[in-house]
């Protein structure tokens, strides 16, 4: 069973240099994940991974099933989950082209299934750190190794979407702290939290937010800025799955144990 996963986002259909080895369809008490989970190695893990939008990027960030593909991930034994996306930024130093492992969230979504915990039982789990700082560190340190440049802290704003964002909307949440914004990271960091499972981003900065360099915005950017990261991504990656992992020692794995009213 693979320890490890990564969820791909926008531009993100693969993990460049994964040999597949198995696709896999699960079937969870929450539904049906975005795709199939393909199964393969690298750098000697076994690694299970999950295309967020599907295969041929046909769901919107709205309509993903986010409870399904965090469980399906915790099904197949999953228990450190990386999220490789797409962000704009918003701060003058997330420019075009960099690479940053988020700290904080700020999250803007609704009308999402946000919790495993909707029925008869009362679960508040702890998130004051919702990425995990040892992931964060595995990510650091073999960007260092791969020699590529990456900011080491930013925090995310999570908005629904599918719609791109206005200018002063921009200048709200650069108001308040946020470096990036995005439309995926939640619920699906709160997510793997209930799931006990450790979980980290891997953000590309693909274009600046709008207002920020007086320009429209265009999914094309978007797509040529994610093709152009690709090597950058792999080396990462790469480095990533070389590291000596040791035992979890974060409160990850531990999360529920104080969280039930």
């Not at 295309?51 to 915790?74: E, M, W």
């Not at 904080?104 to 789990?125: C, K």
């Not at 915005?217 to 590291?243: D, G, N, P």
Request: hydrophobic fraction near 40%; glycine fraction near 10%; charge should be negative.
């Amino acid at each position: 069973m693979p320890e490890f996963g990564v969820i791909g986002g926008s531009g993100v259909s693969h993990i460049p240099g994964l040999e597949i080895r198995d696709e896999v369809a699960v079937e969870t008490p929450c539904g049906a994940p975005s795709d199939i989970y393909r199964i393969g190695m690298l750098a000697g893990r076994e690694i299970a991974f999950l295309a967020r939008h599907g295969s041929g990027h046909t769901l919107p960030p709205q309509r993903i099933n986010y409870r399904a593909n965090i469980l399906g991930f915790r099904q197949l034994g999953v228990k450190r989950l990386l999220s490789v996306g797409a962000v704009g930024g918003i701060s003058s130093e997330m420019s075009p082209g960099l690479i940053t492992f988020p700290d904080q969230l700020i999250d803007q979504t609704s009308g999402r299934m946000n919790t495993f915990y909707d029925q008869n039982e009362v679960v508040h789990i702890d998130f004051t750190e919702p990425f995990c700082e040892d992931l964060r560190g595995y990510l650091l340190r073999a960007a260092e190794r791969a020699a590529v440049p990456a900011a080491a802290r930013a925090t995310y704003i999570c908005v629904n979407g599918p719609r791109l964002e206005t200018a002063a909307e921009i200048r709200t949440f650069a108001g308040w702290g946020a470096d990036i914004i995005g439309m995926t990271a939640m619920p699906e960091a709160g997510l793997a939290r209930e799931a006990e499972i450790c979980y980290a981003g891997i953000s590309v900065v693909t274009n600046y937010a709008a207002g920020r360099a007086g320009e429209r915005l265009t999914t094309a950017e978007v797509k040529e800025t994610m093709q152009r990261s690709e090597e950058k991504i792999r080396l990462l990656l790469l480095q990533y799955f070389k590291s000596v992992f040791q035992s979890r020692d974060c409160t990850c794995g531990q999360a529920l144990a104080e969280a039930r009213m």
